[in-house]
Every structure is written in C-alpha cells, then in structure tokens.
C-alpha cells in the first residue's frame, strides 16, 4: 500500500525542449531531455494525481495512465497549457523552454546560393509560460499551486530564489549542477517562503517521488486541507 498524496488532485506539467523552426527542415531547440518532468509526472500519477504532460521533442514513452499533449514551439507549448490549464490545480514547469524563436519562419528551405552570403537571423523573444501562468487569478489566489524550475551554472541560490519571486511562484527547484541535461540522476534545491531543502543526489525517478511527498505536504499546509 503506498499513500495516494496527490488523490484529486489534476497535475499539469510542462516537459522536454521546444523547437523554435527557421525554416521546414531547420530549427533551434536545445539539449533538454525531458526526463525530469516525465519522471514528474510519472510519480504523480503514482501518488493517484490525474495528469496531463505537454511535451517537447523528446524520445520518451507516455507514463501509464498519463495524457500526453505533443508541442514543438513555445507558442504550442503555452496554447497547449492554457488550454488545460481550467483543470489543474498544480502546474510544474520543467520544460527547457526557447528563450527566442526566428523573427521570420522561411516557407521554403533556405538555400545556400554560392556566394559565400550567409544568412541573418533576427530573434524575438517568446512568452514565458510560468509566468504567464502563475499570474493568472487561479494561481494568485492559491486555487493552482505553481512550481518552477532553474538550470543555473553559478549562483544557484541567489538566481533560483530572485527567479522564485520574479516569475511569482511559491516554490522554485534548483538544479544542482553540473548540467543535468540527459541524464538520469539529479540532484534538487527546493526554494519555498520558508527557506530552502536539499534533496541530495539520486536518480531522477527518485527525486521525482521525493518531489511529489513536497509538494503534497506544501499543498495541505497552503490549503488547509
Ligand atoms: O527564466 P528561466 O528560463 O530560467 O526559468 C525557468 C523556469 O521557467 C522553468 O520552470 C521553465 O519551465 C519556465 N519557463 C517557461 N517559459 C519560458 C521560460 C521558462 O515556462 N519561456
């Protein structure tokens, strides 16, 4: 018999990299695997949350029993959220999300003419969906329990918890690098209003159940349940 912590509770989770198209065979995405948020969401669905994963380009099978919603683009990948996000009552953005996209989308592949001309990418930036989400009226007000994410390479603590307050989320999870990216151990600093908590290096599957025990108990403590 394992403890059902998140029974009734709807999990929507953000996952993998998203790929930001120059032109139909071109693009930029970076090296995230997914395996975090798919380890997530897999420990959720364990602790008896529905869930629903909204995934990158990654090569990672659906959890059992998980809804999996297929993105490639950051604007996929918040339409996407905002569309099922009337059902969660946790969000947890693990995806490694394009920070910017080409400012142009080439229909036709861009070619190479021989002049030695190269082409010049101009970018803009796209939405951040945590933020976008955090601050809507259901997480303002405590009806969604948002969680973020940061990959830092130095100053773990400092930039995770000024992320913490500029994204406008009540808990923060640090990667404790070296990069994590692809592999299957991590290990976490978790940033909430009551300070910080390590969870030492294991692998992510782990991490991801010791996680889910966190955010059950911050969400009993946030709502008095
Ligand atoms: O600002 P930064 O990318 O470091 O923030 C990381 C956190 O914000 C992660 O939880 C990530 O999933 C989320 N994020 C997002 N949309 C973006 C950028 C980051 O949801 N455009």
């Not at 101009?122 to 973020?148: M, R, S």
Request: aromatic share 4%; hydrophobic share 45%.
């Amino acid at each position: 018999f394992t403890a059902k912590k998140l029974q009734g509770q709807h999990l929507l989770i953000t996952a993998g990299p998203t790929f930001e198209a120059i032109d139909p065979v071109r693009g930029i995405t970076n090296l995230s695997s997914g395996k975090m948020g798919f380890a997530i969401a897999r420990a959720a669905r364990a602790a008896g949350a529905d869930v629903t994963l909204v995934a990158g380009p990654v090569h990672l099978p659906t959890p059992h029993g998980v809804m999996r919603i297929n993105v490639q683009s950051a604007r996929q990948m918040l339409e996407a959220v905002q569309s099922q996000v009337g059902n969660a009552s946790i969000f947890i953005a693990t995806a490694a999300v394009a920070d910017w996209r080409p400012a142009e989308f080439s229909d036709q592949k861009i070619k190479k003419d021989g002049s030695g001309d190269v082409p010049a990418l101009a970018f803009v930036e796209n939405p951040d969906i945590l933020a976008t989400i955090a601050q809507t009226d259901a997480a303002k007000y405590g009806n969604l329990y948002c969680v973020g994410f940061a990959a830092e390479s130095h100053d773990l603590l400092k930039h995770a918890s000024a992320k913490r307050l500029r994204k406008g989320v009540p808990l923060l999870v640090g990667n404790i690098g070296p990069a994590t990216f692809g592999k299957d151990d991590n290990a976490l600093l978790l940033i909430d209003d009551q300070g910080t908590k390590e969870l030492p290096h294991a692998s992510k599957d782990v991490l991801a159940r010791q996680l889910v025990d966190e955010i059950a108990q911050r969400l009993t403590a946030a709502r008095g349940a």
